[in-house]
């Protein structure tokens, strides 16, 4: 059985990360037989640039970074839950992808991003960051719309604030990922 790790991209206070990231979660683990782990980023404090070498060359001096690296390698694909800022991806999802670099290469992701305008401009950004560490992003990339309520502060609820056809784009993204595994196997 396949181990996809589902990467929380955002460390930020107050973050609705936790409860979209699970409840993708849920919904990819009744669409699948694969292995799901929440992976929250907030527990993984990688410095900026902190590794005297390239990661391309894996020598880590860090024991936070051998530590991510021996995490990120254990991982047989990935879902990356992401919330858009000022059009981009959090600076701490591009820190972590950029800690390392074999332990990506080769491996399926799906790229799910939310916000108020669901997240298309990050998901387009992102998705180049894992094509530059030779990952396999999915087609299908899911966004989902955050209304403004909930982007004011209203409480999330991902059962009602998002849409039948939202969890069915998630549901397409990870019978991607499986023919992807399939496929590679």
């Not at 997240?119 to 966004?143: I, Q």
Request: hydrophobic share 40%; aromatic share 8%.
């Amino acid at each position: 059985m396949s181990n996809v790790h589902v990467i929380m991209g955002s460390v930020r206070h107050g973050r609705r990360c936790p409860a979209i990231a699970a409840w993708v979660m849920r919904i990819a683990a009744e669409a699948s037989d694969l292995s799901y782990e929440i992976v929250d980023l907030a527990e993984w404090p990688l410095p900026m640039d902190d590794e005297p070498d390239i990661p391309a060359r894996g020598r880590y001096e860090h024991a936070h970074t051998s530590a991510w690296s021996e995490k990120i390698a254990s991982g047989d694909a990935f879902v990356f839950v992401t919330p858009q800022y000022n059009w981009g991806y959090p600076a701490a999802l591009k820190n972590a992808i950029d800690h390392l670099y074999k332990e990506w290469s080769g491996k399926p992701a799906v790229i799910v991003t939310y916000g108020g305008n669901r997240g298309s401009k990050c998901a387009v950004a992102f998705r180049g960051v894992t094509e530059g560490v030779h990952m396999r992003p999915m087609a299908t990339m899911p966004g989902l719309k955050l209304s403004r309520e909930v982007i004011e502060g209203r409480a999330l609820d991902p059962e009602t604030d998002f849409e039948a056809e939202d969890a069915e784009a998630i549901r397409q993204a990870i019978g991607e990922l499986v023919l992807d595994l399939d496929a590679a196997t």
